[in-house]
């Protein structure tokens, strides 16, 4: 009798499987950026041909809301132009209407600036409350302080961060790697570039692609090693990358930066994905060193031991076992990589596997793992558009602006291209670079923005309907830094559990929104969240109600939410 | 003056002129030194090392005719390897390249002296290109390879004596039946080695027209397609062309293991294991048979079924970096960490190495 129940319980399992997704269902997205006022096209080098490698690169996106009104905001990272300088080309910075539309913030919070930015990160690196910025630049980064006013301060050198010499930084993120309260600092660089020694297209085999003579690189050229500061407190940094380990690892062409806990140790550690060369994942060794694993750990290179070219990444535990998985973007003809945690941070690249192989036409970007549907599975996005405009029209189907690729998780077994039910928010072609995930409607549904080079951004609107619930997870460090960055959070319901950690940095050169998502499927009650602070300290809150938004403080427990108020 | 001390006793004087010539040569100072020379001939017709000695100096002078006619008088009074190589060297200088080459060919099979084999031969080498005898110059080139691997000079020349070979065979290809479908393998193999992948393909395309059961072209074909066709059905395309290929080739390893990636790609775990697992009980040494089928078990957490692939691959390919990466994988998993650590280190030994090589084409490629 048991046996026989069991049989039909498994057999309706597989017909629920094998049942197609509901229209009303399916994963749908909308482009709002025109409506919503983003509408500012983005600079980065020659729209037809692009003399050097620099052109090809940047632009970061960020939702952040950095007037602590509950509303995401949007940080756009704007390039330049050769061979003079595009003076009107400047970051931008939206505040959030509350409306569905934004508002150029950029004059009045002091962010006009121009160069050949590329990524941004945020953290509040001076424990005041208010978020800040990190903005990287071939050319020199920038760190800016934000006031609480509106308005930021320009703070690079007063905070030991100004370059010595020439560099092209790349990926960042904030992290408290030694756990003492204080938001450190990483910084990956790409490639070691000056313009007076830059080869030209086609003068060598490093600048010709399918026959095309393009510009130069990254092969060719001289690689890079990271940085990493420390945070002195005072509001001052040190740079600590030879005697943490960091820089022992030379030249890579260093890009998309991730930190996570991915061996469940409590100490964040750091992946950066490299253009061509083996991705590096530094170990914390919790002594303020780290150890590079990549390779022994099985996230350096794809399935055949060979070096991919890197670009974005995200971190989510897509098959919930508890594990921080890592996606990774590369270039075309390579797939996807999906590294699977198998346990105590070492990995197999799953992707050929779990359905990820199959779209190798891409050139990919921004990424990032999300529950798009709310069904307590990480979905994926990924970003593309080629780095050759020189490719349009030369080859059919090669195009410089190329679709994205929307992911279904299917139970944490394979993920479904859904790309082409999704609409054409998804479809339409564009050279997307930097892409940030977050829910700037607080609406439960996750949406992202996305920096498109020598166009507006996209801003896609989740259109996903269906009754699934989920629950936003605000959090605010005490003892631990103030945005809570490294902070794991678990989610349980019923028999699931789902976890995710606060991180800056991430997906190619962007910020995600501090507040973590968890789709909560058919349950209206979360029986138990569980938070481990930076500092060590972890916080239990129980049976919170499904679609809202919570803050939990460290220590003092909800601020804001409907939860059982027992602690 | 010289000359007239020596008038008196020539024996004596033809020693001191010697070494007078010797100095002047030393010297720099060549015209002293034939000078001399011509007049220890004078006083001695038949002194083989004068006319020689004379000879050199004159090949120094830029007078080849000259010092032709005198080495040859040298070698004709008395048997000399050296001034027969000499001799050969000065032919060269003026263009008589066949008759450098007996002397050269002589010296090259009689030299002790590995320096000096080595330069006759290179030599020899360009005589033999310079008057359309490749294969003959193969030869040498070959063993010159034998003798310094590492030489850039003796790298260079096989380089030649390659390229005209390929050059001469292929021209004579094209003067009897340019529009052969050898003639277009040949051409999309080049464009494959130019990255031009969807022309190689046109060419292939244009093969199977007048021979559409060539074994091997619908494989070629299918290969370009993955490597250059952007649209969604390029996959289906690819296989439509690894299946005909294997309807006329069932043997054929590669179409075999194409179409199990293409599989695994697509997440069809045993499909691929089938089209591998065919490949492996054809050619059981056939390694990318052998990584596919490793790969699936590893994607299906049958690490030790992956490793009775990879195993027999690693001893039929000892340098294969997948093998060597799937092994740390597989062993890792088991928990056999000594046996990962020996995979890790031989995969990035491999690494290395092969990083290296590349590393150096693309430095000696590079504009200056």
């Known amino acids: ?567 | 003056m010289a000359f007239l001390q020596c008038a008196r006793a020539w024996l004596l004087c033809a020693v001191a002129l010697a070494a007078q010539t010797k100095e002047a040569q030393q010297q720099g100072d060549l015209e002293t030194a034939a000078r001399e020379l011509q007049n220890a001939i004078q006083l001695n017709p038949a002194d083989a090392e004068a006319h020689g000695r004379l000879g050199m100096v004159y090949r120094r002078l830029g007078r080849l005719t000259e010092a032709i006619g005198l080495l040859e008088r040298s070698v004709r009074l008395e048997e000399n390897a050296r001034v027969k190589v000499l001799l050969a060297f000065t032919y060269i200088d003026a263009g008589r390249r066949r008759e450098a080459i007996p002397l050269l060919a002589a010296s090259w099979d009689a030299e002790s002296k590995p320096s000096l084999q080595a330069a006759v031969g290179q030599r020899l080498i360009e005589c033999y290109l310079e008057t359309g005898q490749p294969e003959q110059a193969l030869a040498v080139a070959q063993k010159l390879r034998q003798m310094a691997p590492q030489d850039p000079d003796v790298l260079y020349l096989a380089s030649k004596v390659y390229m005209n070979l390929w050059n001469g065979a292929f021209q004579q290809m094209l003067s009897q039946d340019p529009g052969s479908h050898q003639v277009r393998l040949i051409l999309a193999e080049g464009l494959e080695a130019q990255d031009r992948f969807a022309e190689a393909a046109n060419e292939y395309r244009q093969i199977l027209k007048t021979q559409p059961k060539l074994p091997g072209i619908h494989y070629q074909l299918g290969r370009m397609i993955l490597r250059s066709d952007a649209s969604a059905g390029a996959d289906e395309k690819a296989l439509a062309e690894f299946r005909q290929e294997l309807e006329h080739s069932p043997l054929n390893v590669g179409a075999l293991a194409e179409i199990g990636e293409i599989h695994l790609r697509r997440s069809q775990l045993e499909a691929a294991a089938r089209e591998f697992s065919r490949a492996v009980e054809l050619q059981p040494g056939y390694v990318p048979a052998r990584v596919g089928m490793a790969k699936v078990r590893i994607a299906q957490k049958q690490w030790s079924q992956a490793l009775e692939q990879l195993e027999p691959a690693a001893q039929a390919a000892p340098a294969e970096e997948a093998v060597a990466y799937n092994l740390m994988i597989a062993y890792r998993a088991l928990g056999r960490a000594a046996d990962a650590k020996r995979a890790f280190d031989t995969f990035q030994r491999l690494k290395q190495q092969n990083q290296q090589k590349r590393s150096a084409v693309l430095k000696g490629l590079a504009p200056p």
Not at chain 1, 353 to 360: H, Q
């Open chain 1, 1 to 567: 009798m048991i046996r026989a129940a069991a049989i039909l319980s498994v057999l309706a399992l597989a017909a629920a499987a094998l049942r197609p997704t509901p229209a009303d269902e399916q994963l749908r997205f909308v482009d709002l950026s025109p409506a919503a006022r983003l509408t500012v096209k983005t600079v980065f080098g020659g729209e037809k041909t692009k003399r050097y490698i620099v052109e090809t690169t940047g632009g970061g996106a960020a939702f952040l809301d950095f007037d602590n009104d509950g509303w995401l905001d949007i940080f756009l990272v704007n390039g330049s132009r050769f061979p003079a300088p595009a003076p009107a080309a400047t970051n931008h910075l939206y505040r959030n209407n509350r409306d569905g539309t934004f508002q150029d913030a950029t004059s009045r919070a002091g962010l006009e600036r121009s160069g050949w930015g590329q990524g941004v990160c945020a953290g509040d690196f001076d424990n005041d409350g208010h978020t800040d910025l990190f903005v990287t630049y071939w050319g020199g980064n920038v760190l800016y302080r934000n006031n609480g006013n509106g308005a930021f301060a320009e703070v690079t050198e007063a905070a030991g961060l100004k370059a010595s010499r020439l560099r092209w930084g790349s990926g960042c993120a904030f992290l408290d790697y030694d756990r003492d309260g204080l938001l450190d600092l990483f910084v990956s660089n790409y490639v070691d570039f000056d313009l007076k020694t830059a080869p030209q297209p086609g003068s060598g085999p490093t600048c010709r692609y399918r026959g095309l003579a393009v510009n130069c690189g990254p092969r060719g050229l001289k690689g890079e090693s990271n940085l990493l500061f420390h945070n002195q407190g005072r509001g001052t940094f040190r740079d600590v990358s030879e005697q943490s380990g960091i820089s022992s690892a030379r030249d890579h062409y260093g890009l998309g930066v991730l930190t996570g806990d991915f061996n469940n140790d409590g100490w964040p550690d750091i992946y950066v994905a490299n253009d061509k060369t083996a991705s590096l994942l530094f170990r914390n060794q919790r002594d303020g060193t780290f150890e590079e694993i990549g390779v022994f750990a099985g996230c350096a290179y794809d399935a055949d031991g060979k070096a991919a070219s890197g670009m974005g990444v995200a971190a989510g535990d897509f098959d919930r076992d508890g594990w921080l998985d890592i996606l990774k973007t590369n270039f075309s003809d390579e797939p996807t990589s999906l590294y699977r945690n198998t346990g105590d941070g070492l990995f197999i690249d799953a992707a050929l596997g779990a359905g990820l192989g199959r779209n190798r036409r891409w050139v990919g970007w921004g990424c990032g793992f999300a529950d798009f549907d709310n069904d307590g599975w990480l979905d994926a996005l990924i970003v593309n558009g080629h780095v050759f405009p020189e490719l349009d029209g030369a080859e059919p189907g090669w195009g410089f602006r190329q679709p994205k690729v929307l992911y279904r998780n299917i139970r944490g077994e394979r993920f479904e291209d859904v790309s082409a039910q999704a609409g054409p928010a998804i479809t339409t072609p564009a050279a997307s670079r930097g892409a940030a995930f977050g829910d700037f409607d607080n609406d439960g549904r996750l949406d992202v923005v996305i920096n498109n080079m020598h166009d507006a951004p996209s801003l896609l609107h989740s259109r996903t309907r269906n009754r699934n619930h989920w629950i936003l997870v605000r959090l605010e460090g005490v003892r631990s830094n103030r945005s809570a960055i490294g902070a794991r959070v678990s989610c349980l319901t019923g028999k699931f559990r789902q976890i995710d950690e606060v991180r800056s940095g991430g997906s190619f050169f962007s910020q995600n929104d501090f507040r973590l998502h968890f789709g909560l499927g058919e349950a209206r009650r979360i029986d138990l969240l569980e938070i481990r602070w930076p500092s060590g300290a972890v916080q239990q809150i129980r049976a919170c109600a499904a679609d809202q938004i919570i803050t939990v403080r460290e220590g003092s427990g909800l601020v804001s939410g409907k939860c059982d108020p027992a602690p």
